[in-house]
């Protein structure tokens, strides 16, 4: 199947267009989608896929500005997991959270320097596979300014002091080894370690 | 990846009796465990994806019965799509209203006769797929009585008098062609119908 950019790009404007009736004119929401087509298009592999991923990405930063910005109501607190590649530790935490937290945090991830063609690491989808979890729709995505400003609390790792600090929110450090490279006994270690801290972290943060 | 039933759902079983604290006990995590596995590992063709299923489908039924019950508050409304194989139109329609409603409603579909070992329409996927929305996660499955319950609007499509009457819920029935054994054109053009529908139901909800 051909994509024929203008077209998949207009109707994916108009579609946008109306959910964010009344938070966004119809000009943001052509630039959000002109700047996930650049990002993406250019680098995917599998041409059918562009569509989805584009419209994932447009829709992702339109939400996380709107929050940034203060245009939308959060109806649950937004966890932000950031490390370096976004390709392991943040992938598996919010992975985790999302699947322990019964919908009352809402989870987003990125790597300080994502790979926006890369992929989530072979072994930590298979850690996550055989604890019921799917990472389909998961990708390696560098960090932006607008995830960091919606986010609640914010989790770092590996990623030093490249997560800009805004006052307000909760900040944690965790001190998580990387699955990069490492075979899957001890990347199923860093799951489980990953997994206690995020059990912690939601008692916290829920109670 | 051989996968030890007890080792994965005692696992899964903490895992959601952690989720699900003060909202259920765990002997009721056990009994949506044990009847997720029942229904989906005997018939699933793909072992490695038997947890993933099994988790989507014990936390579903969870959820579902957690909000008919009033043991969780609905943080948005909740839209329930029905057709006859949950394998075309209520997944048309339920993908189309998670796609433009940024999050302002939460949307399940079933099928008053669905197979559970089924698969969406291929042409469904591609149909839907062409226009930026995924359906990697999605399956056929049938109507339970607590996805009714849990419902706020029901939309029916073809499927009759199979869907029990709740009162205190919208119900619409839309008369939508049906998309099996159509060819790509069609396909599109019942898609398209359904948002436009979509649209509509949205704009009322919504406002």
Redo the contacts between chains.
């Keep these: ?1 051909d ?1 024929d950019r203008d077209t ?1 790009t207009g ?2 404007v108009d ?1 946008l267009s ?3 009736t009344g ?1 966004f004119e119809p000009d943001d929401v052509r630039t959000a989608v002109d700047e996930a087509w650049e990002a993406i298009a250019t680098r995917s592999r599998i041409p ?2 562009i ?2 991923l ?3 990405r447009a ?1 992702e930063q ?2 996380a500005r ?1 929050q940034a910005e203060g245009r ?1 109501v959060k ?2 607190p937004e966890l932000l997991f950031v490390c370096v590649h976004n390709a392991g530790r943040s992938q598996m935490a919010a992975a985790l959270a999302e ?5 009352r945090v809402h989870v987003r991830s990125a790597g300080s320097a994502a790979d926006p063609g890369g992929d989530i690491y072979p072994l930590v989808v ?1 850690s996550l ?6 990472m ?2 998961a990708y390696p995505k560098p960090l932006s300014d607008s995830v960091v400003r919606a986010a609640d609390v914010i989790i770092t790792m590996g990623c030093g002091d490249t997560c800009p600090y805004y006052p307000g929110k909760r900040y944690e450090d965790w001190d998580v080894r990387d699955p990069a490279d490492q075979p899957i006994e001890v990347v199923r270690e860093i799951r489980d370690d990953i997994q206690a801290r995020v ?1 912690t972290l939601l008692r916290q943060i829920l109670n």
Excluded: C, N, W
């Excluded at 596979?129 to 799917?134: F, K, Q």
């Design positions: 199947m994509i998949f109707q994916l579609d109306y959910s964010y938070i059918a896929f569509p989805v584009v419209t994932r829709r339109l939400m709107a939308v109806k649950v699947h322990l937290s019964a919908r298979d596979r055989e604890r019921g979890i799917a389909d729709v059990t």
